[in-house]
T-cell receptor
Framework: DGGITQSPKYLFRKEGQNVTLSCEQN?????MYWYRQDPGQGLRLIYY???????QKGDIAEGYSVSREKKESFPLTVTSAQKNPTAFYLC????????????FGPGTRLTVL | AQTVTQSQPEMSVQEAETVTLSCTYD???????LFWYKQPPSRQMILVIR??????QNATENRFSVNFQKAAKSFSLKISDSQLGDAAMYFC??????????????FGKGTHLIIQP
């Protein structure tokens, strides 16, 4: 079945530690995205990539880093520089065409202890 | 920068009735897309309906339809014959056409829809 997988579903981290969230897609989509969702808020764009080895900052990139070494994979690292990392993180992908729909993964809930 | 505003944090409707969720947006672009996404308690984001700004005809998907008013920058979602499975958070989202088709979405804060049996 084609789709987007994110792992783990729940992640706990101690303050000061970096942590990497996984996102994999087998939809053959060129573009991939990371969003953050906080309670009572909509989704906010962290980073996006439209091609391997290239990515752009979104609205809230500070304290995060990404890589795109393979078309299928777009991992997100939450660094210790991120002041308030506890949130729900969603990965998405889309084809590169006008109005291409973004498909979302099931999300990862990150909690900083 | 584009902004999307959903002024109704929560709405409640009786099963089988009709409900309308409001969304306004601000942009200087003339060509863009608007979306309504549904997020049930599972937190999986599901596309409900999509509207192209250059199309005057309002989009419809079964029980879901939109009222797109480009001049007023308004994009409301109407759900007819509400069902218990419609209970969810609903997010309005904007995406410009430029950027090679890779631009991210700008979301509103969402409307929590409650369906009363």
């Amino acid at each position: 079945d084609g789709g987007i997988t994110q792992s783990p579903k729940y992640l706990f981290r101690k303050e000061g530690q970096n942590v990497t969230l996984s996102c994999e897609q087998n939809l053959n989509h060129d573009a991939m995205y990371w969003y953050r969702q906080d309670p009572g808020q909509g989704l906010r764009l962290i980073y996006y990539s439209q091609i391997v080895n290239d990515f752009q900052k979104g609205d809230i990139a500070e304290g995060y880093s990404v890589s795109r070494e393979k078309k299928e994979s777009f991992p997100l690292t939450v660094t210790s520089a991120q002041k308030n990392p506890t949130a729900f993180y969603l990965c998405a992908s889309s084809i590169l065409r006008r109005g291409g729909e973004q498909f979302f993964g099931p999300g990862t809930r990150l909690t900083v202890l | 920068a584009q902004t999307v505003t959903q002024s109704q944090p929560e709405m409640s409707v009786q099963e089988a009735e009709t409900v309308t969720l409001s969304c306004t947006y601000d942009t200087s672009e003339s060509d863009y897309y608007l979306f309504w996404y549904k997020q049930p308690p599972s937190r999986q984001m599901i596309l409900v309906i999509r509207q192209e700004a250059y199309k005057q005809q309002n989009a419809t998907e079964n029980r879901f339809s939109v009222n797109f008013q480009k001049a007023a920058k308004s994009f409301s979602l109407k759900i007819s014959d509400s069902q218990l499975g419609d209970a969810a958070m609903y997010f309005c989202a904007y995406r410009r056409v430029g950027g090679g088709g890779a631009d991210g979405l700008t979301f509103g804060k969402g409307t929590h829809l409650i369906i009363q049996p």
